[in-house]
């Protein structure tokens, strides 16, 4: 779907965006926070329901806890930050400072209290923002969001809930987050429609030109 | 129809403040009146991060400028920064507010909405409620590891932290399996140690003790890592050697039982001298169930007993 120049482009560019958020989560929290995308991928939804293609490491049966927020205007969709539920308490104990008291391989999933879940929606609404609010600053357009939404979903029954129907095109942002040397991965999948996804490739093939020149 | 609006924003159960570009306020609810303290005629007008200083830490600022610049809406949580209006004669240690910082645009101006809500109690429910989870994990922890020591000593000798009666059946049945299964051959030992009774009754019962676990050290060193060693009861003890070859195998097992027993055992300045008698039945040539195997290497054994002790007797030996 992406040339591996615009593949490059865009990589380099939600690098700086996390970046940014990062800075403002480590305020916030005042732990020192690194946030990373080494890996973009941008899919057609079709493909990604019907299984031609992988999809991310992250939906391996169990349960996940998923953040959306629905985003408007020009550059519409809805972008959403997924952590595997053990993956997502980790984060949530190394930001307010609790134990981590996790074993690698709990069959039983991690109890969620609806306070882990405030700070899950926080952590997500500033990193979604980040990069969706520059990605409308790089398109020069107005973007109007919402405050996230977080849930435990079973990734079984999540397919559909995930992908909905008013994105054709899902861009994938592989996220590494360190917190106090504990590292968690965690997917940004943004669901954009196709204007969104056409105004956003222009974009980029014209900064692609403007270095060429 | 306005008024009524207005009217609807004073009555709702939490805090509903309006700001100007400049963070004004513009609007300020009657449940912020009786959480602050602070009347309308007193907060219309000021600077909100002047008249409650938490709002002016750099994530309140940073959400005010989003939502004036950006058109952004955040969200900041209680349990990452703790309380950002600070109620009236509070008492209540650890208050916990949730702010939503929202765009508003009104007549070509722009403005920002606030909703704070208390969720202190809820907090500190939530606190409750992890310190019992914590205590149920605990016990939870304590009940896995006593019914772990639980299962171990239901098949373990506690002498000598051997196999028992139970779990060498067990152990044989596995082996008459496999050995069935890759048609190998096993033999079943069982070991009397001779004159016993006499170390229990001339030194007592401690020092009987303390003779049967340097037994089961010796016997346990001649082991492989498939064989199996338990103690039956008393004097009594029965090995496993599974994949053995031939019957002189066995034999050589055995001797070699009696060379590592007939060196003399130290403790508290006495040297005990112990001698055992030693049974064999082999699978499958004797019987092909671990019942059979064992009463036929008892069998054998006795006719040591009978026979002078401190030898080794086959099965087939004995008829």
């Known amino acids: 779907m992406l040339n591996p120049l615009q593949k490059d482009v865009l990589t380099e560019l939600v690098n700086v965006y996390v970046g940014h958020a990062a800075s403002l989560l480590s305020e916030m929290v005042g732990l020192r926070i690194l946030l990373s995308v080494p890996r973009v991928e941008l899919i057609p939804e079709a493909e990604m329901e019907q299984g031609n293609l992988p999809l991310p490491e992250i939906f391996s049966p169990g349960h996940i806890v998923s953040s959306y927020l629905s985003f408007g ?28 008291l996790l074993e690698e391989g ?23 923002n980040a990069v969706i609010g ?3 600053n790089l398109l020069e357009t107005r973007v109007v969001f919402t405050v996230p939404e977080v849930e435990l979903i079973d990734v079984t029954e999540s397919d559909q809930r995930l992908f909905l129907k008013d994105g054709v095109y899902i861009l994938i942002l592989h996220t590494n987050f360190t917190v106090a040397e504990i590292e968690v991965q965690g997917v940004i999948m943004i669901a954009l429609n196709l204007n969104s996804v056409s105004s956003l490739l222009k974009k980029i093939d014209f900064l692609l030109e403007e270095q060429d020149v | 129809m306005f008024k009524l609006a207005y009217l609807a924003l ?117 606190k409750q409620l992890k310190h019992m989870l914590k205590e149920i994990d605990s016990e939870y922890e304590q009940v896995r590891a006593a019914a772990k020591i639980n299962r171990f000593k239901a098949f373990h000798d506690a002498l000598t932290g051997l196999p028992n009666r139970y779990l060498f059946y067990d152990r044989l049945d596995n082996a008459i399996s496999m050995a069935q299964r890759n048609k190998e051959m096993l033999a079943v030992v069982f070991l009397d140690l001779d004159g016993f009774k006499e170390v229990n009754d001339s030194y007592g019962h401690e020092a009987g003790d303390l003779l049967l676990q340097a037994v089961a050290d010796r016997l346990r060193e001649l082991l492989r890592e498939s064989d199996t060693l338990a103690r039956l009861g008393g004097d009594e003890f029965l090995l496993i050697f599974p994949q053995i070859k031939s019957e002189a195998d066995a034999a050589t097992i055995a001797k070699k039982i009696l060379t590592a027993l007939a060196h003399p055992f130290m403790f508290w300045g006495w040297e005990l001298y112990l001698t055992a008698s030693i049974g064999i039945s082999l699978y499958p040539k004797d019987a092909n169930d671990s ?3 064992i009463n036929k290497a008892d069998l054998a054994m006795y006719q040591v007993k009978n026979s002078g002790k401190n030898d080794y007797h086959f099965y087939h030996s004995v008829t």
């Open chain 1, 134 to 136: 520059e990605f409308g």
């Open chain 1, 73 to 100: 205007q020009d550059f519409r969709g809805k972008a959403f930050l997924v952590f595997p539920v053990q993956k997502a308490k980790l984060l949530v104990n190394a930001c307010i400072g609790e134990e981590l």
């Open chain 2, 10 to 126: 004073d009555k709702v159960n939490q805090g509903i403040i309006i700001l100007d570009k400049d963070l004004k306020i513009v609007f300020w609810n009657a449940w912020l009146e009786q959480y602050t303290g602070k009347s309308q005629e007193e907060t219309i007008g000021q600077k909100l991060p002047k008249l409650f200083p938490d709002l002016s830490r750099k994530p309140c600022l940073d959400a005010f400028q989003g939502a004036l610049f950006h058109r952004q809406s955040r969200f900041l949580s209680g349990a990452l920064h703790h309380c950002f209006i600070a109620p009236v004669g509070e008492i209540r240690k650890d208050v916990r507010q949730n702010l939503l910082v929202e765009p508003l645009d009104y007549d070509d101006e722009k403005y920002i909405l606030l909703q704070i809500s208390d969720l202190t109690g809820h907090y500190s429910r939530v």
């Open chain 1, 106 to 128: 709990d069959a039983v999933p991690p109890r969620f209290l609806d306070t882990d879940f405030d700070v899950l929606k926080e952590i997500s609404n500033l990193i979604l």
């Open chain 2, 291 to 293: 019942r059979n195997l």
